[in-house]
Every structure is written in structure tokens, then in C-alpha cells.
């Protein structure tokens, strides 16, 4: 039981350290372009959807689905990339 607990204890902390929260995400996107509208939930979730498209993108080039992999700009909060985010 203790072995099983430790095992979950384990991939918990792995998840957690793979990537930064979506909120430190979010602030350090605005740091790193200089803006000051994090209290602005609509353009958090464009964000968002375009942090997802951008992973999904990513993980498809890491399988050879894409010969390029693509990262979020200034303009990552103001319009959704892909025909399926709105």
C-alpha cells in the first residue's frame, strides 16, 4: 500500500514540475509583452484555447504529424488560432 502511494505521490509531483500552472503561464505571458490586463477573463480564454492549440500542434510535430512547431505571440489574447476555437 505504502509502495502504491508513493508511486502516485510520484507521478503527482512529475505532472506539477512538467509545466508552470496555467496562472503563472498567464502572468508571464503578460510580463514577457507588457501588458496589463490580467483581470480580463476574454482574453484569458482565447489565451488559453491557444496555449491548447499550440500544445496539440506541438505534440502532433513531436509525431511527425507537422515538420514545425509554433509558439504564442503578442497576439496570443486577442484572436483563437485553428477553425474549432472560437
Known amino acids: 500500500m505504502k509502495l502504491v ?6 507521478c503527482l ?7 508552470p500552472p496555467r496562472d ?3 502572468k508571464n505571458y ?3 509583452h ?4 490580467g483581470e480580463n477573463k476574454m482574453r484569458r480564454r482565447k ?6 492549440f ?4 506541438n505534440d502532433d510535430a513531436d509525431k511527425g504529424v507537422h515538420t514545425y512547431k509554433i509558439v504564442d505571440n ?3 489574447d486577442l484572436v483563437c488560432l485553428g477553425s474549432n476555437l472560437t
Do not use: M, P
Open 30 to 32: 503578460l510580463k514577457r
Open 13 to 19: 509531483v512529475a505532472t506539477l514540475s512538467a509545466k
Open 5 to 10: 502511494l508513493l508511486f502516485f505521490f510520484l
Open 54 to 57: 499550440i500544445e496539440k500542434h
Open 74 to 76: 503578442h497576439l496570443a
Open 24 to 26: 503563472e503561464q498567464w
Open 34 to 37: 507588457g501588458k496589463k490586463h
Open 47 to 52: 489565451w488559453e484555447k491557444n496555449i491548447q
